[in-house]
Structures are given as structure tokens and as C-alpha cells.
């Protein structure tokens, strides 16, 4: 249970002051008001975390002013140790394929061998696999699935990440981008913003247009703004790619707005 309560001080500065009791006991509380940054709160006496004041933003228009809050959680020791045995578990019943319950086969030229799976498993970390498996489909009946859409080698990476909470291989710039879509079909946030992050680390002038094309596409923000502020500030070494040409043809709204980026 938690109280939240925000203290109004010398106008335009507040207050953050939460208080919080249960079982779980919070490690770290970060706090936002309207468009403010966020800010650290400090942890006081039973359970309070308190901000110090912060200037806060107005929008005269608004009848509500949005409140965001990030709260970390302790672990004890055994809730740790049992956490990571049971991930020890399952990653060792799918990268042994041990008493699987589901079979997920490919359309390839050369068939790929298919891979097995426990639907338990899936079903807890998946809303899409959830969805398939309780549904009346026949899917629920053969428990034999046909990935059609994805390619076994990225498939099976995200069934690793399922189970493991990590890629069977580094992350790289050929991977990153399929392992997100796949994600995003599957539901599998953690791995989505994983790839994301990597992409961010990876825009150079090379690949700036194609990943600020992707992002846009698959309207992952934080990476198309990244890779347009690159394109603004390489305006002249971008221009003369080929990629800008197809950006032009492909995509004009986004083209646009690289080009007035520039011009900022």
C-alpha cells in the first residue's frame, strides 16, 4: 500500500512525500511533476521518502497536472538465490529439450529442425503465447506451431531469452533489429528495450539513415530521435548517400523533418 501525497511550497516549486508499508520495502524512490525532470527522493523515518524542492512546469490549460514515480524494490538474499535457480532451471529444460510440451517448426527451403518448448513457461512471459495457448486454436489441440514469419535462428533466440532473460549470443547489429520485431510480435518487452538499447550505441555515419527509417517504422522513438539529431549534425557527409536518395522516395514526411533538422 502506498500514500502519495504532493506538498505545494513557494510557488512554482513542490514537494514529493511518499509514504509506503507492506511486506516488500522500497531501496529507491525517483519522482516527476508535470514536464520537470525526475528527481531522487530522500528516504526519511518508517518507510517516507521526501524530495527537496524542485521547480515545476505549469500548463495553465490542463485540469490535471501528470505525476510519475519509480520505485525500486529489496530483494533478500533467498529470494535472489531462488530466483536465479529457477532461471538455471529453465534454461537448462529448453536448451536441453527436456520433457517439452510444444514443438515450433519453419517454412525454410532447407527445414529447419524444430525446437520444443514448455508451454508453462511461455504462456507466464508472454501475453501472445498466453493468448494462443488457452485460446481454442488448434495450437491448444497439437501443441505443434508453425513460425512462419520468423527466422529459426532469431526465433530461437528470443525462446532463449524467454527462459534465460538473455540472448544465447551477443547482441550485434545484424540481430538487434529482427530479435526487436520478433519481440514486439511476442510481446516480450525486457528484450525490446534491450535492442533499442544496443541500437542507440550503434548509430554511426554508415547506418544513421537506415536506423532513423527502421525506428520509424516500428515507432521506437527514443532511436529515431537519436539517429535524426546524428543526420541533423552530418548533414553534408548524409546528403550524399544513396540512402538519403531512397529516404526521399520512401519516405518524404521523414525526409522532411531530417532536412529542417539540419537546418535548426
Known amino acids: 500500500m502506498m500514500n502519495l501525497k504532493l506538498k505545494p511550497e513557494a510557488c512554482p516549486t513542490s514537494q514529493w512525500l511518499i509514504s509506503m508499508d507492506g511486506r516488500d520495502q522500497s531501496a529507491a ?18 518507510i517516507v521518502w521526501k524530495s527537496e524542492t524542485f521547480p515545476v512546469i505549469p500548463d495553465w490549460d ?3 497536472i501528470p505525476c510519475q514515480f519509480w520505485i525500486k524494490f529489496y530483494q533478500s538474499v533467498g529470494e535472489i538465490n531462488a530466483i536465479h535457480e529457477e532461471v538455471g532451471q529453465f534454461t537448462n529444460l529448453y536448451v536441453n529439450q527436456l520433457n517439452c ?10 527445414e529447419d529442425e524444430p525446437i520444443g518448448g514448455h508451454v508453462i513457461v511461455l504462456l507466464a512471459r508472454s501475453s501472445v503465447f498466453a493468448a494462443m495457448f488457452y485460446d481454442r486454436m488448434q495450437e491448444t489441440s ?53 535492442c533499442v538499447q544496443f541500437l542507440l550505441t550503434c548509430i554511426k555515419l554508415e547506418n544513421a539513415i537506415n536506423l532513423m527509417a527502421w525506428a520509424h517504422v516500428h515507432a521506437v522513438d ?13 548533414g553534408k557527409e548524409i546528403c550524399k548517400q544513396d540512402d538519403w536518395e531512397r529516404l526521399i522516395k520512401s519516405y518524404p514526411d521523414l525526409c522532411l523533418l531530417a532536412t529542417r533538422s539540419m537546418w535548426k
Open 29 to 46: 524512490v525517483w519522482a516527476r511533476v508535470g514536464r520537470c525532470q525526475k528527481i531522487i527522493l530522500d528516504q526519511l523515518p518508517y
Open 222 to 234: 527514443s532511436l529515431k530521435e537519436a539517429a535524426l539529431a546524428f543526420v541533423a549534425s552530418h
Open 62 to 64: 490542463a485540469t490535471e
Open 142 to 194: 497439437t501443441r505443434k506451431v508453425c513460425i512462419k514469419d520468423i527466422k529459426p535462428d532469431i526465433f530461437k533466440q528470443l525462446l532463449h531469452y524467454i527462459y534465460s532473460g538473455r540472448t544465447s549470443t551477443k547482441l550485434s547489429e545484424e540481430n538487434a533489429q529482427p530479435l526487436f520485431v520478433a519481440a514486439d510480435m511476442y510481446d516480450i518487452e525486457d528484450l525490446k528495450d534491450e
Open 101 to 110: 510440451d510444444v514443438t515450433f517448426s519453419f517454412h525454410e527451403i532447407n
